[in-house]
């Protein structure tokens, strides 16, 4: 039994004994949230909207629209969409009606919201929740509920148009985000079967050695290799193959000498994954992403839907993730990994009726690492993250003037003005600067005796201590 | 059987039809949302951004923080907090681990958040969705999971201050949202256990009598009188007299002279309600809301964990819903209340082990029935609901310059505009036009042999037809 199987045991029978009256029949609370869950605290809220500010005007600067689906689906939807990690889905209890499900990510409903209305193109965004009984850990960003970041662009176009978009997006969202250098890796299914093809694995054979391959960024390949050869059934042969193709890395040129490889280029898959490879290079140029950007024929992707470009970005430098006991060999997962995409032409005519397809291609932005990331960020700097957007506390020296200051916080709330004042009857001026300090407020309206007559209020710099006076007509 | 029970019961029978391989084997889909769920496509969410935009300055006007809970809790943490209501709350299915069940409002979330991490004071909002197993009428604006937005401070402070504050939010929402007139009544739950009391309602009855007493906004007194002495078993006398008292409404005045009513001026927690009252209305004339304000004995609300002021905001005019079969009775229940809540001084108490309570004061803005008037609104009107935000198109009417609107779009993005381009290469001037005339883009930068030589961009508005040559140099 693990740590955190005792954990969830212990809740659960601390529950049944609250049910039952617990002891002496006191009510016992387990006062937590679920396992793998959070609350985000005013500060991670304020973290949270700024990353999703940058990110949703990207998505607003690319002309897409958003949408949203229902938490749950029909069980149904979700079934034979995940393959193993099915059992990963979290199930509603059968309460009469139809039985449900917690969605799982955003494409699987995206699909069917399209297939449902019979729309046949649209670029949209959607970000929001998604449910997995994984296991979680948390310190890296790994939750059982977490945020999911999804662009698409869904519609019968020309080639790689739509996804060189989607590249220059993944390329100007890092940057904005400002979480050091970064690159992205490219490759494309097509490219991989074929590759697969000429080196002698059984087509039947193609998935499982696609993810062995996909190992490549946590294993050495000789690790890989043994894998592919003890686990997976190849001959050695056929293995060293693919590690000769598996270990290129380019661009645009590499694209160009596989294209005259004299094996792959007989394959018809490959061909045509490499001359779209190229053709995507050439739009990459134009929006000046090519930097960034290396065809690396180690990328494979775990999701069975990809039919084409594949990509991920990976960050160069990340801020070290916390020790956890879930060993090592774990930890380097999701490193640097913070958005992963393709295209998938073959999901939304799983959904249709008639199979009418809709050619699909889209990213993920990694949201919850990147929340980690900034928040780390944010504790190791010294500048203190504000949570609300208060401009002024309407303030006073002197007693029994409640009634002024809260006419006058009313003017400023008139105005437009963000402000605040203490709840207090007379409040001591140094609590009003307190709170002010505590909470980032920069300016301190403050009224007394004087200022009333006089028909003006002090504004004072709470930074600076300077005070102005300034006349009330002024202010709303 | 109901026919929404028969639909679900097909429903159902379809997915296991569906498991079990369907007829000759074929899959057969049920290509919808769960009942009571919906899809926001596109327009929807322009509008819910535009409410959700309004809602939130104004929050964030007055200093508010916010924070986010799971979708989920332990169902110990929801059990005992809605009486009867409790039914209605969708629980997770046994998958081993903790019982689960999602979220049924936001103010127990809240109130377990500030038990737990040991807050006794915040001004937080929180916007998100909750879940209940009800009977939906979704063409009003009521569903199966829907929007909750929440504006609640927690902390001891003087007396009805922040209950003002919540009041003077809610006039300014309702009046930034443009629903036209509106009207917010008052009231407190101690002025009617006292009034009840004073009225010779045995103490064991007052909840069940003070639903009873909710029941008038739908209901005419004649009706609500003989459910209280031919059900709630009072005597006719004792109901005559509460009937006196639940017709009064005013405002200042009208607390001032019961305050002299010879018998509520005898009872501690009437007077206690009625001081504060009139506290609070001095203090909303400073706020200069007091024109929207009525003070009615009649208010009652159903929640049991309000320990003080209660108000709910009312739309004179509602725009009519479109007609259902669930009878007549039904329709009236949620007519024109928008927004409401009260004081619960208790419930943070019921979390804390020690019992420790922190007072709390908060608002409840109707979201999903403001979507519903949004949307009724949005399609009668002439304008058109613009889905995205794109600037400009970049187009040409000439074939092969796809590289060159491709290099224009991308220096339009890190110019910060927002651009699209058709994904094709050589699109039709006039589906470009099209385009643009669809989702309302203002703007078409045209882009031609004889502009790439001269170093200008063809710009032309869409609706004016005008057009100007602009230097390259110019755009980015």
Sequence with gaps: MTLSQIDEEVAKLLQLKAQLGGDEGKHVFVLKTAKGTRDYNPKQMAIREKVFNIIISCFKRHGAETIDTPVFELKETLTGKYGEDSKLIYDLKDQGGELLSLRYDLTVPFARYLAMNKITNIKRYHIAKVYRRDNPAMTRGRYREFYQCDFDIAGQYDAMIPDAECLKIVYEILNELDLGDFHIKVNDRRILDGMFAVCGVPD?????????????????????????????????????????????????????????????????????????????????????????????????????????????????????????????????????????????????????????????????????????????????????????????????????????????????????????????????????????????????????????????????????????????????
């Design 204 to 476: 039947e054979k193609f998935r499982t050695i696609c993810s062995t391959v996909d190992k490549l960024d946590k294993m050495a390949w000789e690790d890989v290799k043994k894998e592919m050869v003890n686990e997976k059934g190849l001959s050695e042969d056929v293995a060293d193959r693919i590690g000769e193709y598996v270990s290129m890395q380019g661009g645009q040129d590499l694209a160009e000498r596989l294209l005259q490889d004299p094996k792959l280029s007989q394959n018809k898959q490959a061909c045509a994954g490499l001359t779209d490879m190229k053709l995507l290079f050439s739009y990459l140029e134009l929006f000046q992403v090519t930097d960034k950007v290396v065809f690396d024929l180690s990328l494979a992707r775990g999701l069975d839907y990809y039919t084409g470009v594949i990509y991920e970005a990976i960050l160069s430098q990340t801020i070290p993730a916390p020790a956890e006991q879930n060993g090592a060999d774990e930890a380097g997962v999701s490193v640097g990994s913070v958005a992963g995409g393709g295209r998938y032409d073959g999901l939304v005519g799983m959904f249709d009726p008639k199979g009418r397809k809709v050619p699909c291609v889209g990213v993920s932005i990694g949201i919850e690492r990147i929340f980690s990331i900034m928040e780390q960020k944010a504790e190791t700097s010294s500048e203190k993250v504000r949570t609300t957007e208060t401009q002024v506390l309407v303030a006073s020296a002197q007693k029994n003037l409640l009634e002024e200051r809260l006419k006058l916080t009313s003017e400023l709330w008139n105005a437009g003005v963000k402000a605040e004042v203490l709840y207090k009857k007379n409040p001591k001026l140094l609590s009003q600067l307190q709170h002010c300090e505590e909470t980032g407020i920069p300016l301190v309206a403050i009224l007394g005796e004087q200022e009333l007559k006089d028909g003006v209020v002090k504004l004072r710099n709470v930074a600076s201590r300077e005070e102005v006076d300034v006349p009330r007509a002024d202010l709303s």
